[in-house]
């Protein structure tokens, strides 16, 4: 791991303090654990594809890690999918032991990857739909499509949120519409 390039930006510190305002040491606790199981997933997919890591930066859309050595679409997809599928299965796994704090992080785990998954940039479901739309469209029809999308899911969220009164939820979705439209805040 020699000169593995490892940066914390300022906007990760304001995503753990927005988890610890929210739920506390527990959720911050919750929230790193699948975090982790998260990113050990597309690391284990890059192993097997035989990518090379050549940094990780945490980010206030969580950690980003740089590779190198992917040669297909096939393998590049492979890798952001194993992400939130390593999460779902850890989540299964804390179910199934019916201890509490391992359910509250399973909970928490499961919900992180289908947020994950929403079609919104930086995040995995946004690249995958990038290279789904890419395969099927002019490229920048496809950007106009996913930023649609991405602001729909971030309405979606916005809306849910003030409808069940969670300002974590609001400020989600608010947080969603700002990386589908300002690419620059990625």
Same mark, same amino acid.
Not at 107 to 122: E, H, K, Q, R, S
């Given at each position: 791991?020699?000169?593995?390039?490892?940066?914390? !930006?300022?906007?990760?510190?304001?995503?753990?303090?927005? #988890?610890?305002?929210?739920?506390?040491?527990?959720? *911050?606790?919750?929230?790193?654990?699948?975090?982790? &199981?998260?990113? *050990?997933?597309?690391?284990?997919?890059?192993?097997?594809?035989?990518?090379?890591?050549?940094?990780?930066?945490?980010?206030?859309?969580?950690? &980003? $890690?740089?590779? !190198? /050595?992917?040669?297909?679409?096939?393998?590049?997809? /492979?890798?952001?999918?194993?992400?939130?599928?390593?999460?779902?299965?850890?989540? &299964?796994?804390?179910? $199934?032991? =019916? #201890?509490?704090?391992?359910?509250?992080?399973?909970?928490?785990? *499961? +919900?992180?990857?289908?947020?994950? +998954?929403?079609? &919104?940039?930086?995040? =995995?479901?946004?690249?995958?739909?990038?290279?789904?739309?890419?395969?099927?469209?002019?490229?920048?029809?496809?950007?106009? #499509?996913?930023?649609?999308?991405?602001?729909?899911?971030?309405?979606?969220? *916005?809306?849910?949120?003030?409808? $069940?009164? !969670?300002?974590?939820?609001?400020?989600?979705?608010?947080?969603?519409?700002?990386?589908?439209?300002?690419?620059?805040?990625?």
């Amino acid at each position: 791991m020699a000169g593995l390039a490892l940066t914390v !930006s300022p906007g990760f510190l304001l995503l753990a303090a927005g #988890v610890y305002f929210v739920g506390g040491t527990g959720a *911050l606790a919750a929230f790193g654990a699948a975090a982790l &199981v998260h990113e *050990l997933g597309h690391l284990t997919a890059m192993f097997l594809v035989g990518a090379t890591v050549r940094g990780i930066r945490v980010t206030a859309c969580g950690p &980003v $890690i740089e590779y !190198s /050595g992917v040669t297909t679409r096939r393998e590049e997809m /492979g890798i952001l999918a194993a992400g939130p599928l390593a999460a779902i299965f850890f989540a &299964v796994l804390c179910f $199934i032991t =019916d #201890v509490p704090f391992l359910c509250y992080t399973g909970a928490i785990a *499961l +919900l992180a990857a289908m947020f994950n +998954l929403l079609p &919104v940039l930086p995040m =995995d479901g946004g690249r995958l739909a990038q290279y789904a739309l890419e395969a099927a469209m002019p490229e920048r029809a496809a950007q106009l #499509v996913l930023r649609a999308m991405g602001t729909a899911c971030a309405l979606g969220v *916005l809306a849910t949120g003030v409808y $069940i009164r !969670s300002i974590a939820a609001a400020a989600a979705g608010i947080w969603m519409g700002m990386l589908a439209n300002f690419p620059q805040m990625r």
